[in-house]
C-alpha cells in the first residue's frame, strides 16, 4: 500500500519537553519481542466493546491503529473489514480481527500509507501516550476517514512509563482527555469532539470520539 496523497504541514501540538520520553530509543526496539498481554483490565476492555458496538455498523471499513494481537471489535471476524497497524509484526499477525496490516513507526514516520477516505472508522486503544507528533498522525486519521467517519481514542491511567510522553506522565485523566480533544482540533477535518467517561471496573475508562466533517 502507498499514499496517495502527503498529509498537510500540522503544526507539532506539544513543545520538546512535552514530548520527551525517559526513554528515547527507537520505538521498534522497545516492541522488538511480542507481548500477547492485554493493557487495561476486563471491564475496561469490555466498555472499549460496548462503545465500538455503539458506535460502529456492520460492514465498516476499520482501521485499529496502533494495534497488537486484539482489536477489541465486537461481533465475528467478518462483521467489519480491518486493517490492522502497530509496532510488532507477530503481534498483528496472531490477531484474528485483521484482515491485513502493517508495521510502521509513527514517530519515525507519521504519512499512513492508506488510500484517502478509504476509512468509516478509526480506533486507537490504550496507545495515544505514546505518540510525539499526535497533531500529523491524528491529521492522517483524518485524511483517511470517509466524510462522516469516526474517530474513536480509548485511554486509561495504564502506560509504559518509560515510553509514554511528558505531557502525558505529568497529566490527570482530564488532562489526557483536554490533550486528545488538542490533538482533535490540530488536526483539522473533525467536528467537535466528544468525551466519554466511565468506570467500569479498577481502571478509569475515558475516551474521545470524533467525526469527520464533510470534505469542501
Ligand atoms: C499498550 S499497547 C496497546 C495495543 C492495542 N491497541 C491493545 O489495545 O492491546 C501500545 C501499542 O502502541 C503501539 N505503538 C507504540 N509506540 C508506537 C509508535 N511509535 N508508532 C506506532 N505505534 C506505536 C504499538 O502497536 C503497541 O502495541
Same mark, same amino acid.
Given at each position: 500500500?502507498?499514499?496517495?496523497?502527503?498529509?498537510?504541514?500540522?503544526?507539532?501540538? !506539544?513543545?520538546?519537553?512535552?514530548?520527551?520520553?525517559?526513554?528515547?530509543?527507537?520505538?521498534?526496539?522497545?516492541?522488538?519481542?511480542?507481548? #500477547?498481554?492485554?493493557?487495561?483490565?476486563?471491564?475496561?476492555?469490555?466498555?472499549?466493546?460496548?462503545?465500538?458496538?455503539?458506535?460502529?455498523?456492520? $460492514?465498516?471499513?476499520?482501521?485499529?491503529?496502533?494495534?497488537?494481537?486484539?482489536?477489541?471489535?465486537?461481533?465475528?471476524?467478518?462483521?467489519?473489514?480491518?486493517?490492522?497497524?502497530?509496532?510488532?509484526?507477530?503481534?498483528?499477525?496472531?490477531?484474528?480481527?485483521?484482515?491485513?496490516?502493517?508495521?510502521?513507526? #509513527?514517530?519515525?514516520?507519521?504519512?499512513?500509507?492508506?488510500?484517502? $477516505?478509504?476509512?468509516?472508522?478509526?480506533?486507537?486503544?490504550?496507545?495515544?501516550?505514546?505518540?510525539?507528533?499526535?497533531?500529523?498522525? #491524528?491529521?492522517?486519521?483524518?485524511?483517511?476517514?470517509?466524510? $462522516?467517519?469516526? !474517530?474513536?481514542?480509548?485511554?486509561?491511567?495504564?502506560?509504559?512509563?518509560?515510553?509514554?510522553?511528558?505531557?502525558?506522565?505529568?497529566?490527570?485523566?482530564?488532562?489526557?482527555?483536554?490533550?486528545?480533544?488538542?490533538?482533535?482540533?490540530?488536526?483539522?477535518? #473533525?467536528?467537535?469532539?466528544?468525551?466519554?467517561?466511565?468506570?467500569? $471496573?479498577?481502571?478509569?475508562?475515558?475516551?474521545?470520539?470524533?467525526?469527520?466533517?464533510?470534505?469542501?
Amino acid at each position: 500500500m502507498r499514499p496517495l496523497s502527503l498529509s498537510r504541514d500540522v503544526q507539532p501540538v !506539544l513543545s520538546a519537553a512535552e514530548r520527551r520520553r525517559f526513554d528515547e530509543r527507537p520505538d521498534a526496539t522497545f516492541y522488538d519481542s511480542p507481548r #500477547f498481554v492485554t493493557h487495561a483490565d476486563d471491564a475496561f476492555l469490555a466498555r472499549v466493546t460496548d462503545l465500538y458496538a455503539d458506535v460502529l455498523d456492520p $460492514g465498516d471499513r476499520v482501521l485499529d491503529a496502533m494495534s497488537s494481537w486484539v482489536s477489541h471489535l465486537p461481533g465475528e471476524p467478518s462483521e467489519y473489514e480491518v486493517v490492522g497497524h502497530g509496532l510488532n509484526a507477530e503481534e498483528l499477525a496472531a490477531n484474528d480481527r485483521l484482515d491485513e496490516w502493517f508495521v510502521q513507526d #509513527f514517530n519515525a514516520d507519521r504519512s499512513l500509507p492508506l488510500a484517502t $477516505g478509504g476509512f468509516d472508522a478509526v480506533c486507537c486503544a490504550v496507545s495515544v501516550q505514546y505518540l510525539q507528533y499526535p497533531g500529523a498522525v #491524528f491529521a492522517e486519521f483524518a485524511r483517511v476517514l470517509a466524510p $462522516g467517519g469516526v !474517530l474513536i481514542v480509548s485511554f486509561s491511567n495504564r502506560m509504559f512509563p518509560t515510553k509514554a510522553i511528558r505531557a502525558w506522565r505529568e497529566a490527570s485523566m482530564e488532562g489526557r482527555a483536554d490533550l486528545v480533544c488538542r490533538y482533535v482540533d490540530a488536526a483539522g477535518g #473533525f467536528g467537535e469532539p466528544t468525551v466519554v467517561r466511565d468506570r467500569p $471496573g479498577r481502571d478509569p475508562f475515558y475516551a474521545v470520539v470524533a467525526r469527520r466533517q464533510n470534505r469542501s
